[in-house]
């Protein structure tokens, strides 16, 4: 078994530079919340009020990156991020991030802590999500075929009500807690939404919830969760240090506007002081850089460039 090494802290930043890095702000934490929520409504009433093809993808990306974005925020509750006050962290985490996008809080921290315990390896519950990498163009087209059409989303949400009724679980050895985990993330997903789908109405029309949230949520939403997926660990190695099994990307405006909000790009950090504030992931790739150390760490420039290392397996050629 691969033992995932640990770095002192002390041996890349001085004792200053970790204290302020390691500074949590409920300000910061809640206000992230606060600015997912505001892109979302921005995004809508963009469509609302000036209703036409470009405003319509634009909000689709805006409000499917922020779902993502409310998926990072939880990412950033399983860690304590959000609030110094724990039960605070975990009612919002739930709550205003988890749960409108068919997440649980809960399930998804005992899942990501052993992600991070074993990452890389084949312990590693997300190892199935790096693994098939570096695959052909056509297979990644295909891919992003079904995300961008919604049979990801649906494949998913199908078997995750399906196993909510205990069906498509195969009888053993915990059937009844992987059904209870599927009940746990369905029933808060129905109630945000139900409660979601009443405001919108009210405030824009019958036609939002299916239109400004559930089609951003079951296609570019789906595309950019998958684009993350393979730039944080994809076509890196097994070795078990920090620096090498996770992936930092370079991200421009762009990139972060609609591909990967909330600082969610610098994972190598992540993956090396996993208690960071998301927050203060920037600043510490910067002192990290000043210092050189960002060279043997593994980095990209672009999520371009990192797909195309994982599309990079040649055609089966013909025999």
């Known amino acids: 078994m691969t033992t995932i090494q640990k770095l002192k802290p002390t041996d890349l930043f001085t004792a200053a530079e970790w204290a302020d890095l390691r500074k949590r702000s409920d300000v910061m934490g809640l206000g992230m919340i606060v600015h997912a929520w505001a892109v979302i409504a921005l995004a809508m009433a963009l469509f609302a009020l000036w209703p036409n093809s470009l405003t319509f993808v634009l909000a689709i990306m805006l409000i499917g990156a922020r779902q ?24 919002v985490g739930q709550w205003l991030c988890a749960a409108p996008v068919g997440a649980h809080l809960g ?11 074993y990452a890389q ?16 163009r056509k297979s990644l087209w295909r891919k992003i075929v079904r995300d961008m059409t919604g049979q990801t989303f649906f ?9 909510a009724m205990g069906i498509g679980i195969k009888p053993g ?17 129905i109630i945000t939404n139900i409660i979601l789908a009443v405001i919108m109405t009210l405030a824009i029309g019958w036609w939002a919830w ?39 990307t ?70």
């Open 68 to 91: 993502l974005g409310l998926a990072i925020l939880m990412h950033e509750a399983a860690h304590g991020g959000l609030s110094t006050n724990l039960k605070v962290n975990d009612w």
């Open 107 to 117: 399930n998804y921290r005992d899942y990501h802590l052993s992600h991070h315990k």
């Open 121 to 136: 390896t084949m312990e590693d519950p997300d190892i199935i999500l790096s693994a098939p990498f570096p695959v052909t």
């Open 155 to 163: 494949k998913q949400r199908r078997n995750q009500f399906l196993n």
């Open 173 to 189: 050895k915990g059937r009844e807690n992987r059904a209870q985990t599927a009940r746990e993330a369905v029933m808060p997903f």
């Open 210 to 248: 299916p239109v400004l949230w559930l089609l951003p949520l079951a296609t570019w939403n789906q595309l950019v969760t998958r684009l993350r997926n393979i730039a944080e660990h994809a076509c890196l190695d097994g070795s078990g240090h920090p620096m090498r099994i996770a992936r930092t």
């Open 250 to 319: 370079r991200t421009n405006f762009l990139e972060r506007l609609f591909i990967a909000p909330y600082w969610v790009a610098y994972h190598c950090e992540h993956h090396m002081f996993m208690h960071l504030p998301c927050y203060r992931l920037g600043k510490a790739h910067r002192l990290l850089a000043q210092k050189g150390i960002d060279k043997e760490m593994e980095v990209k420039t672009g999520y371009w460039s990192v797909l195309k290392l994982a599309s990079s397996k040649p055609d089966a050629q013909p025999a």
